[in-house]
């Protein structure tokens, strides 16, 4: 079920609404996706710090990052 909510909106706030408008989508329509699209921004942005720390303490993964850059470094030109 739809709520309405109220928003007070700064100049920079104001000026991208204008531009969601001028692209086309309603008021209503430019905020839903803003919202919308800024929780699933946060949401990536978790579930990548997760990752990162699982690849992190994944010892096994590390020693063959390592590896790899060995066998990189060994077919490196000479300098």
Request: proline residues 1%.
């Amino acid at each position: 079920m739809a709520r309405a909510i109220s928003v007070r909106l700064n100049d920079e706030a104001e000026r991208a609404l204008r531009s969601l408008e001028a692209a086309g989508l309603s008021r209503s329509e430019a905020i839903r996706s803003a919202v919308i699209q800024s929780a699933r921004r946060l949401r990536r942005s978790s579930e990548l710090a997760a990752e990162v720390s699982a690849l992190e303490a994944d010892d096994a993964d590390r020693d063959e990052m390592l590896a790899v850059v060995g066998l990189m470094e060994s077919l490196r030109a000479p300098r």
